[in-house]
T-cell receptor, first 115, second 113 residues
Framework: GENVEQHPSTLSVQEGDSAVIKCTYS??????FPWYKQELGKRPQLIID?????GEKKDQRIAVTLNKTAKHFSLHITETQPEDSAVYFC??????????????FGKGTHLIIQP | ETGVTQSPTHLIKTRGQQVTLRCSSQ?????VSWYQQALGQGPQFIFQ???????GRGNFPPRFSGLQFPNYSSELNVNALELDDSALYLC????????????FGPGTRLTVT
């Protein structure tokens, strides 16, 4: 089955700096890669996703890049703010439509924004 | 916030007991997936329900079972509870017809003693 590795496990950056979180996946059939943000005691929140036919996607201060050949994808957050502090999870799926195979998650990155 | 709801919020059970967790999907979504999130870990896929049938399953034993109802809500049942079943149980709703995005509910915190 799919295996998703995520690095680093903890990332501390100064407010206003950029943060980058990297993930690799093992199943070349994976075609959908979402990123979730989970604040303490709250539900995972979908913040951005990318499909295998796209190399990069941006939404305001966040962007995701995908390299299918190398089987890795990354989350980039620019101009970090205190409210960006949370645990971020990458995930991969081979599903189409509703994601019949389910999402395989990385172990998470605890992002700390230092004031 | 998503329109996905779960009940109960918290639950304490004893080893060997059985538990039922409930999930109501977001309006317009017909698919429910269940995940187990141990402390400090990412969610792990248990199974998915679509059209009232199991539509995919992760690496969980048969004592984890589920149901989906005609209104697309779903139940997760766990028999013969073990201490390692203590976790946050999340459901996520999605639509087989309009996209792959999965939106999570707030979860049920299960503690097995």
């Amino acid at each position: 089955g799919e295996n998703v590795e995520q690095h680093p496990s903890t990332l501390s950056v100064q407010e206003g700096d950029s943060a980058v979180i990297k993930c690799t996946y093992s199943d070349s059939a994976s075609n959908y890669f979402p990123w979730y943000k989970q604040e303490l005691g709250k539900r995972p929140q979908l913040i951005i996703d990318i499909r295998s036919n796209v190399g990069e996607k941006k939404d305001q201060r966040i962007a995701v890049t995908l390299n299918k050949t190398a089987k890795h994808f990354s989350l980039h957050i620019t101009e970090t703010q205190p409210e960006d502090s949370a645990v971020y999870f990458c995930a991969a799926s081979t599903g189409t439509g509703g994601g019949a195979d389910g999402l395989t998650f990385g172990k998470g990155t605890h992002l700390i924004i230092q004031p | 916030e998503t329109g996905v709801t779960q009940s109960p919020t918290h639950l304490i059970k004893t080893r060997g007991q059985q538990v039922t967790l409930r999930c109501s999907s977001q309006s317009g979504h017909n698919t429910v997936s269940w995940y187990q999130q141990a402390l400090g870990q990412g969610p792990q896929f248990i199974f998915q329900y679509y059209r009232e049938e199991e539509n995919g399953r992760g690496n969980f034993p048969p004592r984890f079972s589920g149901l989906q109802f005609p209104n697309y809500s779903s139940e997760l049942n766990v028999n013969a509870l073990e201490l390692d079943d203590s976790a946050l149980y999340l459901c996520a709703s999605s639509s087989q017809t309009s996209g792959v995005e999965q939106y999570f509910g707030p979860g049920t915190r299960l503690t097995v003693t």
